[in-house]
């Protein structure tokens, strides 16, 4: 059954896009630090122990097979599954969701290295689904283009593979017996034996259940209902044209919703749309639903927007302006009305969305 926006009895969930210097393309410019450090593990550290530490529920990490060099001249980029396994041992309670392409990986290994995430981040780890198709998206794996009307099919495919092989062993499966010489039970191991058009899984897999059972799925709405999602990431030209494309995303079957919002602040004397004038001559922003001004009104916007979906995804213009300016100003402003509370620590990232464990199917078939 579709959900309902987000229920008085649990909070609103706020999450925020890390990639690189920000959502705008100009962002480098304006970034406080040299352009190589966007390889590196303190560039990592800083941004989303910053995030954590404000308070935000999730973070998220864009990825993409090929690179832009572009102005800033960085000619290549830390793969997001390994952003987020860095940042899981230096952060405490916030969500990590890299985006993970499904049309040119392979399946068995998503499925094996997001467990492994969801164990290094004790239960905080979430899969954003990508399903870019682009010419050179194919060609740096030497395969052809997807026909655009297979790549729903194939994105839930390889979704639907994941979570069999995350079932594929069961909760007790590991049981360590020393007296016997037996570290696991292997008739509590099962085969996925998923067929698609274009791959097939055995399984089972090389990891033990996820430490959330499955993580929770998060996928851009326009893949639904083909792909079964967790949370859907609802966007819209506007701020408000997000209700209905939430209401919609409901209607597809998405348990959960997260609505996407590009920010731009005022900050340090600077006012937001002079700071987005300055961005813009340098280069266009394709972003969508969009806020600029200031702290105060972002507060009020997001007010509006929890009545309308599970949460807020923000993507800031510029890291290293708009995220303090989100950590001292607009987060407490919503704790203090009591519209947001932190995640809790020691929790998980499906408790942070309402969603319970799920059971696992292969047990679940056996009991009947």
């Known amino acids: 059954m579709p959900s309902s926006p987000t229920p008085k009895n649990r909070s ?4 925020i896009e890390l990639d690189g210097d920000g959502a705008h393309p100009a962002a480098w410019r304006f970034a406080a ?3 190589g450090a966007l390889l590196t593990g303190t560039r990592i550290r800083e941004t989303v122990q910053a995030a954590d530490i404000a308070g935000f529920h999730l973070a998220t990490f864009h990825d993409s097979r090929t690179t832009d060099t572009g102005a800033a001249g960085i000619a290549g980029r830390i793969d997001a599954v ?3 396994a860095f940042a899981s041992p230096v952060t405490r309670s916030i969500g990590l969701v890299p985006e993970v392409g499904v049309i040119y990986t392979e399946p068995f290994h998503v499925a ?3 467990a492994s995430l969801d164990y290094s981040s004790r239960g905080r780890a979430g899969w954003l ?4 198709n682009t010419l ?3 060609r740096s794996v030497g395969r052809d283009v997807l026909p655009a009307g297979e790549v729903g099919a194939e994105a839930a495919d390889v979704v639907e593979s994941a979570r069999r092989l995350w079932d594929s062993w069961e909760d007790d499966a590991v049981i360590r017996d020393a007296a016997t010489g037996r570290y696991l039970d292997a008739g509590k191991l099962h085969y996925a034996d998923f067929e698609a058009g274009r791959f097939s899984v055995k399984g089972p897999s090389i990891i033990p259940r996820p430490f959330q059972g499955q993580l929770p799925v998060f996928a851009p709405a326009a893949l639904l209902p083909s792909v079964e999602a967790d949370v859907a990431l609802v966007s819209a030209a506007t701020p408000e044209e997000l209700a209905p494309e939430a209401e919609a995303a409901r209607n597809a079957g998405a348990p959960r919703t997260l609505l996407e919002l590009d920010v731009v602040l005022d900050a340090r ?4 749309a002079d700071r987005l004038a300055e961005l813009d001559a340098h280069g266009h922003w394709d972003g969508g639903a969009r806020y600029v001004g200031n702290a105060a009104g972002l507060a009020e916007l997001l007010a509006e927007l929890f009545q309308q979906g599970d949460g807020v995804r923000i993507s800031p213009a510029v890291l290293d302006t708009d995220l303090p300016e989100l950590a001292a ?3 407490p402003e919503l704790r203090r009305t009591g519209l947001l509370s932190g995640p809790v620590p020691g929790g998980t990232l499906r408790e942070s969305f309402g969603l319970s464990r799920p059971a696992n199917r292969y047990a679940a078939a056996a009991a009947l």
Do not use: D, I, N
Request: aromatic share 4%; glycine share 8%.
């Open 12 to 15: 609103a969930v706020l999450g």
């Open 33 to 35: 630090h040299e352009p």
């Open 82 to 84: 390994q952003r987020a």
């Open 112 to 114: 094996t290295q997001l």
């Open 129 to 132: 689904v990508s399903a870019e």
């Open 136 to 138: 050179q998206e194919a």
């Open 269 to 272: 004397g600077w006012r937001a």
């Open 329 to 331: 100003l607009v987060l």
